[in-house]
């Protein structure tokens, strides 16, 4: 019979009971919470307006009172046909980029240059060559693109609108400037990608100094693409400052394998990492009626209700996980197109764009449920998100398990047993891919019931979350995340069997009105069967 939770508590008083203090919080200046702007001043030539509280105001106001300090602006070659008709989707060219970047820069924000290397849009499926290099062979096609981005980063400097950040190229993935630059499908060369790459960077360089230099992929959760991908560019020689990433939730894997990614990749290329493009529904209605990216299905998959909490509960947690990369690694987030509206004709494309690329799709908007304003253009409250404080301070000593190396005894955990021969059921170790160097495992040849807990002190009164990431092979009569003592009852969160996808647990509304609170992680186990855990997070949220 599993043991109860009152007899576990005497227990746990004789194990010893581990007293922490609230440590301070870690101040960041360079954490990047931002917004890609791209269809803004498409949607206010269109008529789009924004109000924040029922007052009217320019979008980017909103945003910067909002907390958001960067805009990421894409740049389009030449996003017109012969007859000089846009191709829409924001038609970004030059001129407009550098108006836009001159609204954002009096409201204080930096800029983040993504310059597609394409007339129109350039992602993993589309990397077509601006009409004007069409003819060029591959040595030309090296010098276009270096003199491209280097007199682009020259106008933006003249107009007093230096990007901090230059990505050369768009979710990149399968090269630039196909055929020339292209990678994958049976291509694994990537001398020639390569080449281009660094020409652009060199084109940064040589028009400003102080500016970073990113590479941008897709599928965020995908490690394998990432090793074999950034393998191939840094083996060649490209020499960059930031990868960059896509990762909508719904598309491009779970939470636990987007933090593996980010850990593996900043410590295996030395780089920092910054999510450059991430969104979620906040409802599943359609503004425009003419279909969206985001649904029932999409809902189910990316795992948070559709509705602004569930959007807010998302970008919180995505930004913890981003500031959670070892070494301060994680550089940030920007919020894809949180401004484009569903007014009429404010649209992926115009005709002239469809015909460009040959696309029978129907003209629509299919992101107006992923903003950060309902369909009046009123601001939502996930944009207050932004402004909150990077990070959260957490109340838990050692919940990341690295203090010790190996050990049956970690720094500021006490371990119980139900039977002192399975004390060795709890410890930490490096052998099963924990997000850091350790973890802390539950595991013993014979059955076993055991814990690690910790008892906080300290604790101002208001409503505290206990998160963790898990690993479980299952197997366990029970297998949970608990709080109590906190002078409420007893909260659990039985964890998720998930043996090769790290699931994010959370008990969220603790209301803690005693100064104390007892924070765990219990296990009653049949033999052989396993348990890992890392980054144990206790929290303030109000």
Known sequence: MRRTIAGFVALAAVAGTVAVAA???AERDDFIMGADVGMLAEVEDLGGTFSDGGVEGDALEILADGGVDTVRLRL?????????????????????????AQRAKAQGMDILLDIHLSDWWADPGTQTKPKAWQSLGYADL??????????????????????????IGNEISSGVLWD????????????QLA???????????????GIETALHLDMGGDNALYRWWFDGVTGAGVDFDIIALSYYPFWHGTMGELKANLNDIS??????????????????????GLGNSFYFTEESVGGYPASVAGQTDYLRD???????????????????????????????????GKEDNDDGGTLSNPWDNQTLFDWDGNALATLDVFGEAPGRTNLLTNGSFEDDGYTNDPTGWGVWSSDPADADATFTSDSWSPHGSFTLNHWKATAYTTSAYQVVSGVPDGTYTLSAWVLNGGGQDAAYLYA??????????????STDDWQYVTIEGIEVTSGTVEVGIYDDAAAGSWLNVDDVKLYRTS
């Open 23 to 25: 440590p301070a919080s």
């Open 76 to 100: 389009w070659n030449d996003p017109y046909d012969a007859d000089g008709n846009p191709y829409g989707g924001g038609t970004n060219d030059l001129a407009r980029t550098i108006a836009v």
């Open 142 to 167: 090296v010098d276009a693109v270096h003199d491209y981005v280097e007199d682009s980063v020259d106008a933006m400097e003249a107009a007093g609108v230096t990007p901090s950040i230059v990505q």
């Open 180 to 191: 020339d630059g292209k990678v994958g499908d049976g291509v694994d060369d990537f001398t």
């Open 195 to 209: 080449g281009l790459l660094s020409a652009g960077i060199d084109g940064v360089h040589d028009a400003a100094s």
């Open 267 to 288: 410590q295996r290329y030395d780089k920092d990492v910054l999510i450059v493009e991430t969104a979620y529904g906040w409802t599943t209605g359609d503004g425009d």
């Open 318 to 352: 995505l930004r913890e996980l981003v500031g959670d990369v070892p070494d301060e690694r994680g550089r940030g987030l920007i919020w894809w197109e949180p401004t484009w509206l569903p007014v009429d004709g404010a649209n992926w494309g115009t005709q002239a």
């Open 484 to 497: 109590k003592n906190h002078g409420g009852s007893e909260l659990q969160a039985d964890l998720p069997v």
